[in-house]
């Protein structure tokens, strides 16, 4: 990635502090020229903000320094195939409630744990999960054992199918 | 909209009991090769070797298979099973239909009670058929590996038809040709329309979600699917109505090639495999991937017919069925029921407290010890039996079926293990 007019923007004090960095990266990448790339330096990787940046059409990379986390977005030139691709995959409301939980959500992927790893995660992930708050899963598959026991515990789960083999779950109560 | 259907994973009471009689009937068949004895060097189409088969198919491997497909059947097909209670009256009527068929080749019963028997057994594989067909009506995701054990299943409808053909014939005489020449398709339809096609169609499934192997090739699979498929119909179509030597040449290779196509997409899962160390149950299964090549050369050796004496094709036609039941079929089950019925039973009495406490694993629910000593029995079973049927030696022979039975207790020791497990809260942290 081209970093040529770069703008950074460190959010560790403001999580310090207790504030959700989420409408303020949101203004600053909105801002945006296509020339220039914003700097977002946080202790973790901001997997729901790439998420959310992508959809609208911008490219995301993440470089580790020092036990620090910096992720760069700029705006993609040819975004609109971009767009018309989401307009394809998403046919629900899977969208909506993403953005409903934007900045309250909790994340975790399972692709790589092996039976029964990912059921089990996800149900403790979901047992520490703060009320209000989604959590959302990057999955190979739909979860056919897990699905009887979250509507057991009152939850409710959307999913978003990428490829084949990655399905993106949204699981929140009801 | 993108809400899920909740409910699609069935009771474990209608899977559970396909294991427990798979497992009985593990320890029959070790029984029958105990007993039958000399019998086993004899021609492959004696009674007591035919009771044995349809024990080893449709008790051990058949049963087993069918439990493990009502489980999966929401993972493949994205569906629930059409009904819960019909897989319960199948399960009934086929471990009956398996004892009662079982006893009628053994006592050699062929022109009374075998009628009966056959159509029993065709009656409860029917009601399975139905019961599959029925939910993949409903499913929505059709991809190869679901087209896979679709396939199956109807070529287990064909398999079934021709057995009890021949089964009727013996009573009421209207078939032209001899019935070996009915043995024969019936046998190859069942051992590569029925059981090669559904491995393949769960083991693509089962093997890369056990090895974490993600982006695979699989074309391999369509390629494979049409080749088998082909070649298993032109071999059908030859033997029933046109009896052409060299069409047997061109569907063999088609076959032969396309398991190949399959074995090439577990080779390539198991390279670029996330889980590097093999448990015991993916050991297993990956001894019986390797085996398929053995069928593969003894089939070349059948149909050439190299000038070996009557008596020896006899013995490697034997072997060839061996080489299929027991060291493809028989080893991969062996593995997989370590893979799947400890996650089963686990599901069932842990669903409530996951998340909440920490719970054992399911790898956790057997003893690793006792199934590392059946392997290595098995082991025994397996290379002394090959020794006994190729040379003939009676003593190499009853060293495998003891070795088998000691194989099947061990197995059954772990299988209660796992379904009489008592749930364990362990302390959090």
Redesign the interface.
């Given at each position: 990635m081209n970093k040529n007019k770069l703008l950074s923007f460190d959010v560790r004090s403001l999580l310090a502090a207790g504030t959700d960095p989420f409408k303020e990266i949101m203004l600053k990448v909105e801002a945006l020229n296509d020339d220039e790339t914003v700097e977002i330096i946080n202790t973790f990787e901001p997997i729901p903000l790439i998420n959310v940046l992508k959809s609208k059409g911008f490219i995301a990379e993440v470089i580790r320094k020092d036990e620090l986390v910096h992720a760069y977005f700029k705006k993609e030139v040819n975004a609109e195939v971009e767009e018309n691709e989401e307009a394809i995959t998403s046919e629900n409301n899977f969208d909506e409630v993403y953005k409903f939980f934007i900045g309250k959500m909790e994340y975790v992927d399972v692709r790589q744990l092996e039976m029964p790893e990912p059921m089990t995660t996800i149900l403790s992930e979901l047992e520490k999960l703060p009320t209000a708050h989604s959590l959302f899963v990057d999955h190979k598959k739909i979860p056919q054992f897990l699905l009887p026991e979250l509507k057991q515990r009152g939850f409710e789960i959307l999913y978003n199918r990428k490829s084949e083999n990655h399905l993106q779950l949204l699981i929140y109560k009801r | 909209?993108?809400?899920?259907?909740?409910?699609?994973?069935p009771h474990s009471s209608v899977v559970v009991p396909h294991f427990i009689f798979g497992a009985f009937s593990l320890i029959v068949l070790a029984v029958m090769l105990v007993l039958a004895d000399t019998n086993l060097l004899e021609a492959y189409f004696n009674s007591k070797l035919l009771a044995i088969t349809h024990m080893a198919v449709l008790g051990w491997a058949t049963m087993i298979v069918f439990g493990a497909l009502y489980q999966l059947i929401?993972?493949v097909f994205?569906t629930s099973l059409y009904s819960e209670k019909l897989a319960k009256v199948t399960f009934w009527l086929s471990a009956f239909s398996v004892l009662f068929l079982t006893y009628s080749f053994w006592v050699g019963a062929f022109a009374t009670l075998l009628v009966f028997a056959s159509g029993c057994m065709f009656i409860s594989l029917f009601l399975f058929v139905v019961n599959v067909l029925l939910s993949y009506k409903n499913s929505k995701l059709k991809?190869i590996k679901s087209k896979f054990i679709i396939t199956a299943v109807l070529w287990l409808t064909v398999t079934e038809l021709i057995g009890a053909l021949i089964a009727f014939n013996f009573r009421f005489n209207f078939l032209s040709s001899v019935h070996l020449h009915y043995l024969k398709i019936h046998a190859s339809v069942g051992l590569i329309g029925w059981f090669v096609l559904l491995i393949i169609g769960v083991g693509s499934t089962l093997i890369p979600?056990?090895l974490?192997s993600?982006?695979l090739n699989e074309k391999k699979l369509t390629k494979s699917y049409y080749l088998i498929n082909t070649g298993l119909i032109l071999l059908v179509v030859n033997w029933f109505l046109l009896n052409l030597e060299f069409l047997n040449l061109i569907a063999t290779p088609l076959i032969i090639v396309g398991v190949i196509f399959f074995i090439s997409f577990i080779f390539d899962s198991f390279k670029k495999r996330?889980?590097k160390k093999l448990d015991i149950g993916m050991q297993y299964s990956m001894l019986s991937m390797a085996a398929v090549f053995v069928p593969f050369i003894l089939v070349g050796i059948l149909f050439f017919g190299f000038k070996v004496e009557i008596d020896l094709l006899y013995r490697i036609t034997s072997f060839y069925g061996f080489s299929i039941i027991f060291g493809f079929i028989t080893t991969l089950i062996l593995g997989q029921t370590y893979?799947t019925l400890p996650?089963i039973v686990?599901?069932y009495k842990y669903?409530?407290l996951?998340?909440?406490v920490k719970?054992p694993?399911?790898r956790e629910m057997y003893s690793p010890m006792i199934a590392k000593i059946q392997i290595f029995t098995y082991f025994i079973f397996i290379v002394a039996s090959v020794i006994g049927l190729l040379l003939n030696e009676i003593l190499a022979i009853r060293v495998g079926a003891y070795a088998l039975l000691i194989v099947a207790i061990l197995y059954n020791i772990n299988i209660y293990k796992i379904i009489l497990h008592k749930v364990k809260k362990v302390e959090n942290d």
């Open positions: - | 909209m993108n809400q899920l259907a909740a409910n699609n994973a929401p993972v994205e991809n979600m056990f974490i993600h982006q996330l889980r893979k996650f686990w599901l669903k409530k996951i998340g909440k719970t694993l399911p």
